[in-house]
């Protein structure tokens, strides 16, 4: 099948912009105030991955593991400023070495295993291998993270009194927690199951996309998504996991009282 590819001409690309409008036009009809943000999401999006683009072009001529390890430490530190900064003042500091354990252990971990056991590649840093894995893995196992916090914190403050009272009647912080956990752990990592059931049905998934309209074979495109998958699926349920286990003392004092935060929306 190995076809040319298609490449997009800067008209073609002015055209895709022109779709934008779209947006912005039904966002203006319908009374909601987000075209600044839609304009500025779009230009941001181009910068970076222009800037990636050019990046990503130089690290994979080099197969340097130096630059390759780096980029993969900029996705990890980026992930954890985003888990991070929406709510960064009503977080307990405590929380933010739980946070990034979390996400460095789990996608890591996840990583490692794909590429050594599974796809071995040559030599095995290989950044045309590594990077677009590690983004995948590291962007999910971010976002269920995410879920999971603002899950917690919500839950907490909604169910303040029945947690007080269960301290007061002698439970444990991990017992007082524990219901709260459960469904934090159940709301984080729906969506990656969700996104397993419907793929090949309504979706056919960024990764497989990709590497179609690169003229790969679909079935090996499928072999690699749903290797792909399940890494991803191991990642978030192990950063879900890790995060839940460790952090649940963070919200109680020393002596074992419900930190009082207020929640402060981000402007």
Do not use: C
């Not at 055209?15 to 779209?22: A, K, V």
């Not at 530190?77 to 307990?92: G, H």
């Amino acid at each position: 099948m190995n076809q040319e590819v298609i490449n997009l001409s800067l008209s073609d690309m002015a055209l895709s912009y022109g779709f934008i409008l779209i947006t912005i036009i039904l966002n203006s009809l319908n009374g909601i105030n987000r075209n600044r943000d839609i304009i500025i999401s779009v230009l941001r999006m181009t910068i970076q991955l222009a800037i990636a683009g050019f990046i990503l072009v130089y690290i994979f001529d080099s197969k340097s593991l130096i630059f390759t390890l780096l980029m993969i430490l900029f996705m990890e530190a980026s992930a954890i400023y985003n888990i991070v900064r929406p709510i960064k003042n009503i977080l307990p500091k405590t929380i933010i070495p739980v946070i990034i354990f979390a996400m460095v252990i789990s996608s890591l971990a996840s990583l490692l295993a794909f590429v050594i056991l599974v796809i071995r590649p040559e030599p095995l840093y290989n950044p045309q291998y590594l990077i677009p894995i590690a983004g995948m893995i590291v962007g999910n196992t971010m976002s269920a993270i995410a879920l999971a916090l603002k899950a917690i914190l919500s839950s907490i403050e909604n169910q303040r009194t029945k947690i007080e009272g269960s301290l007061m009647l002698g439970a444990k912080p991990y017992m007082a927690m524990d219901e709260i956990n459960k469904d934090a752990f159940d709301l984080a990592i729906m969506p990656t199951l969700n996104s397993m059931k419907n793929m090949g049905l309504i979706s056919l998934p960024g990764m497989m996309t990709g590497q179609i309209l690169g003229g790969i074979v679909p079935t090996v495109a499928i072999k690699y998504q749903i290797a792909v998958m399940i890494a991803i699926t191991s990642a978030v349920t192990i950063g879900i996991f890790i995060f839940l286990k460790f952090s649940t003392n963070k919200f109680f004092n020393k002596e074992i009282q419900l930190i009082k935060f207020e929640s402060k929306k981000e402007k």
